[in-house]
Structure formats: C-alpha cells, structure tokens
T-cell receptor, first 114, second 116 residues
Framework: GESVGLHLPTLSVQEGDNSIINCAYS??????FIWYKQESGKGPQFIID?????DKRQGQRVTVLLNKTVKHLSLQIAATQPGDSAVYFC?????????????FGTGTRLKVLA | DSGVTQTPKHLITATGQRVTLRCSPR?????VYWYQQSLDQGLQFLIQ???????AKGNILERFSAQQFPDLHSELNLSSLELGDSALYFC???????????????FGQGTRLTVV
C-alpha cells in the first residue's frame, strides 16, 4: 500500500551543524509534501511544504528538497539549535476522491548535542 | 496555538470501557482527520471527515467509530477498550480541498488515552 518511510530513525547532530533528514515516499501522484515537527507532548506543527512541481523551497533556516525521480524528500536545517530537538515527520498529500489525504512517515528523532 | 481544540487532554479508563474524544477544528476548516500515535511511533491515520461526511478510512478498528456534526466538530468513539489502545489521539483540520490555499493540516494537542 501507500507508505512514506524514513531512512534514519534517530539523528544526532552537534549544535551549530547542519541537519539533513531524509524521507522516501511511494505515491508518485502526491501533489504536496509537508514536513512537520513534533515536540514532546505536543501535536505536530507545520514547518514547510513543497508542491510536486517544485524541486526546492526555502524557509527560515530550513530547506526542503524534492527529487521526484527517486521519490525522495529531504529537510535541511541550517545551524541546528537545541530548540530543533524533536521528532520530524514527512507527509505526502495525494489528492484523491475529491479530498486531500495525509500520509505520514514513521518519523525521525533529531537530537541536538551541546 | 493551532486553533484545533481537543478534549479531554488526558483520559484514564479501564479495559472494556468506552470513551469519546472530541475535536473542534479551526474556524472555517471543513476537513477533520483523526490519527493514533502509540509511544515513539508514527502517526497512524484513522479516518477523515469532510463537511459531515466520511471521506477516507485508514486502519481504523471496528471497535472505533467517528462522526462529524453539523457544526463541524468531530467525535471519535472508542469501545471495548484494550490495553493496546493506549496512545495519543490527534485530530487535525484543514481547509476545503480545491480552494487554492495552503494544504497544511493543523493539529490539536492530542488526547492521551491510558487503558488500565
């Protein structure tokens, strides 16, 4: 079935370094992709999204790259800070049957080391 | 604050019981999604409603059911509870599809259900 997976369940990075979180998706018909950040005890929060007709989108300290050829999505966080410690989920959003469906990956835990 | 409200925040109940989780979506959002998140796990999609109608179903158990009311709030009913049902249950809402706006789903803070 449809699924979104992640290569690394846990990623540890030094404070100040750049982080790269990867995600593989399976539905080539997905129209959007979103990265969410979930801090402990809270609901997932939107970080950045990208449409399927784009390759790259930049936000504040974050960049999302989309490679449709290999169905790969990545989130780059520049100058990682302690507040970036969280679980990050990618989600693919295909538009089917007149509605958007949100398919989440299993998540990557990012640990920022002081 | 995402604008999505879930109640209660915490719920402790015994096996075999039935509980109802409530979600109020953001003002104007017609789509409501329910997810289950077990400890250190991902988000498992349960069910989606759009303007009162069921639109998509995920791996939702037959013991679970949901509905969306005319005022757009939604309830998730969990019955014959088992220990394995202990989890965080999240509700999310999004704008109507095809509106051309952002597609992000806004999540509530979740209801932590503990079955003992």
């Amino acid at each position: 079935g449809e699924s979104v997976g992640l290569h690394l369940p846990t990623l540890s990075v030094q404070e100040g370094d750049n982080s790269i979180i990867n995600c593989a998706y399976s539905n080539s018909a997905s129209d959007y992709f979103i990265w969410y950040k979930q801090e402990s005890g809270k609901g997932p929060q939107f970080i950045i999204d990208i449409r399927s007709n784009m390759d790259k989108r930049q936000g504040q300290r974050v960049t999302v790259l989309l490679n449709k050829t290999v169905k790969h999505l990545s989130l780059q966080i520049a100058a990682t800070q302690p507040g970036d410690s969280a679980v990050y989920f990618c989600a693919e959003i295909p538009y089917t049957s007149g509605t958007y469906k949100y398919i989440f990956g299993t998540g990557t835990r990012l640990k920022v080391l002081a | 604050d995402s604008g999505v409200t879930q109640t209660p925040k915490h719920l402790i109940t015994a096996t075999g019981q039935r509980v109802t989780l409530r979600c109020s979506p953001r003002s104007g959002d017609l789509s409501v999604y329910w997810y289950q998140q077990s400890l250190d796990q991902g988000l498992q999609f349960l069910i989606q409603y759009y303007n009162g109608e069921e639109r998509a179903k995920g791996n939702i158990l037959e013991r679970f059911s949901a509905q969306q009311f005319p005022d757009l709030h939604s309830e998730l009913n969990l019955s014959s509870l088992e220990l394995g049902d202990s989890a965080l249950y999240f509700c999310a809402s999004s704008v109507a599809p095809g509106t051309g706006g952002n597609t992000e789903a806004f999540f509530g803070q979740g209801t932590r259900l503990t079955v003992v």
